[in-house]
Every structure is written in C-alpha cells, then in structure tokens.
C-alpha cells in the first residue's frame, strides 16, 4: 500500500516545493522592492534642498509674504524691538500662485496672528516671467517643505512637462551631493538629516547701497483711476483671505513704496477696492512717505525699484508701530 502511494507522496512534495520555492521569491522581491523604495526616499530626502528654520517654530506673530518688494522692505530684526515675532517669507518675482501655497503651507505649520501681503504680484499679467520663469519657480519652491501643499503648488503652477523634476528631484538636484559632508559620519548624518538652514535676516535682504530714485512727479500717488488686474491674481487673493479666516488669522495688505506709474498707481486703487469690499486693511505706504521720513536719494537701492536697508528699516517701523496699533490690540 505504502509503494503505491508513493508517487501520489511524491507529486504532492513536488507541487509544495514548488509553490515553497515560488513564496521565497516573492518573499525576496517584496524584500528588494523594499528596500530599493527606501533606498529612492532616502536619496530623494539627502537631496532635497534644505528648508528655512522658519518651520520650526510653531508661532509667529506676523509673517511677510509677496515678491522682492517684501524681503526689502520687512526687517524682522525692527519688528522685533516691539517684541513682535516676525519672519519674512517673500520670494523674487513671486506670482501669486505661489504666495497662495506660501501662505497655506505657513498656516499649516505654525500659529500665526497676522499675515502680512505686499501687493506686487497683483500687478502681474498671464504673460509675465515670473510666471514661466525656472528661477521664480526654484526660488519659491526650493523653500517649501515637501508636503502635499508643495505637490499641490508643482501640480498647479509648474507646466506639466516640467512637473516630475520637482515631484521626483533627484536629477533636478543631484548637483546637492556636493553639499553634503563626507568627513565623518556624524558629519554626513547632520548634512544628511538636518533639513534646515538658517535664514540671514530671517528673510530680509540688508542691502545697504543706495542708487537714488531719478523719478521726477509723484502726482500719479493721488489718481483716482482704475485699471482691471489679472483674474486669476484676485482668484487666488480670494483664497488667501479664506486661508486667513479659516486660522483665525488676520490679513493686512501692504503697497511698499516704489515709484509710482499709470499702470500700478490704477491697479493698486483696483485692489484698493477689493479690500474695502473685503473688509481688509490695505497700506499704500506711498501715501505716507512723508511719515515714515523716506529720502528716496538715500533709501533707494536701485533708482526707486527696491528699498535698501535704510529705507526697509523706516518702513518696518512704520508697519510694526501700525500693527500694534490696530491689528494687534
């Protein structure tokens, strides 16, 4: 009996064996796809840019968002002689894409009383550079922290063709192994694991040249004319102010002084109207240059299209001593 259910034995051994050899190698590629996607995430994290040290913080009093015309203008450093907490998160050229993201991603991370927006990107058409410039994109997106706020600002502003090298940045990064510290490991590990970077100036620029304003009139500050701005602009400054509300968070509107044209000069009066509607604050700081005590032969970097330290120092001032006053009562 036993010789006859032998081969019976045997083909029942076989099969095992073979679904036992079939289950290891699952077994092994489940292993190696394992450790080939930690491996991916590892590298993709050692190569990510490092983030401001703004995130680690998790209240702000005031944070200052918009384009160059922000990070020359808001000196935390002033702020903080009125023991306001402050960091500036503007970027070059900022579309207002963008600052929607920067705000949201802000509000997400930390406590904040009062948002502060330089008006600058509402001046922007569909046409614009800053809208399809690689340089505005990397400045604005090499500063978020890798979230699915950021994968959400590479889905909505990057052109698609260009999306996967922001989604997946090891090739659009390698050039960050150069950074990293091969000396040691302990080295290696805080070049590696530290994902931060200290911000000079918590995000303000001290540049100290002066290039005096050559503008001759000053009339256009007064015009009471206006010019439609960019639909999608005042989609996304809608969406802020919501962002705001939703935190609890109150949002104020700054013009920062720059010489005035046609064309910013109607469609700061544009925004101007949005405000009233909105019942937000908005401070067209060219109105009050005579306050704050702005000499734009001396508080000019370059012929009235920044402010250098000096002017940025008078302006924060003026701003902390207004937000003290009336925002933050």
């Known amino acids: 009996m036993s010789d006859k259910a032998e081969p019976g034995a045997k083909v029942k ?16 590629v489940i292993i190696f796809c394992g450790i080939l996607s930690v491996s991916i995430y590892g590298i993709t994290v050692a190569l990510l840019p490092r983030i401001p040290d703004f995130y680690k913080e998790e209240h702000w009093d005031v944070v200052f968002f918009g384009t160059s015309q922000s990070y020359c203008t808001f000196d935390p450093e002033i702020f903080d002689e009125y023991n306001l907490k402050t960091y500036n998160r503007g970027r070059q050229q900022q ?12 509000l ?11 008006i600058f990107g509402m001046f922007y058409d569909e046409d614009d550079t800053g809208f399809t410039s690689e340089g505005v994109r990397d400045s604005s997106l090499n500063d978020l922290r890798y979230s699915d706020i950021k994968v959400d600002a590479i889905k909505d502003c990057v052109p698609e063709d260009l999306q996967l090298d922001y989604l997946l940045p090891l090739g659009k990064y390698h050039s960050r192994w150069e950074e990293l510290d091969y000396s040691s490991f302990e080295g290696w590990k805080e070049s590696v694991m530290n994902p931060y970077f200290t911000e000079k100036g918590r995000g303000f620029y001290h540049w100290a040249g002066a290039q005096p304003c050559g503008y001759a009139s000053w ?9 439609p701005v960019y639909e999608e602009n005042l989609r ?22 720059f ?9 700061t009066n544009t925004v101007m109207d949005w405000a009233d509607t909105h019942e937000v604050e908005l401070i067209n700081c060219m109105k009050v240059t005579d306050v704050i005590g702005l000499n734009f032969e001396e508080d000019s970097l370059d012929a ?20 003290k006053e009336n925002v933050l009562k």
Do not use: W
Not at 219 to 227: M, T
Not at 236 to 257: Q, S, W
Not at 304 to 323: C, D, F, P, Q, W
């Open 259 to 267: 010489p005035c044209n046609e064309k910013t000069v109607e469609m």
């Open 95 to 106: 579309t207002m894409n963008y600052t929607y993201y920067y705000v949201k991603d802000a």
């Open 219 to 227: 009339d256009e500050i007064f015009s009471e004319k206006r010019r």
């Open 304 to 323: 009235g299209t920044h402010l250098n330290e000096s002017g940025g120092k008078k302006v924060s001032r003026y701003i902390a001593e207004y937000l």
């Open 108 to 118: 997400d991370n930390s406590d904040i009383d009062v948002v502060v927006l330089e």
């Open 13 to 28: 051994e076989y099969f095992e064996g073979t679904q036992m050899k079939k289950l290891i190698s699952l077994i092994k």
């Open 236 to 257: 996304y400054l809608d969406m802020i102010n919501e962002l705001c509300k939703e935190h609890g968070t109150k949002l104020v509107l700054v013009r920062a002084p």
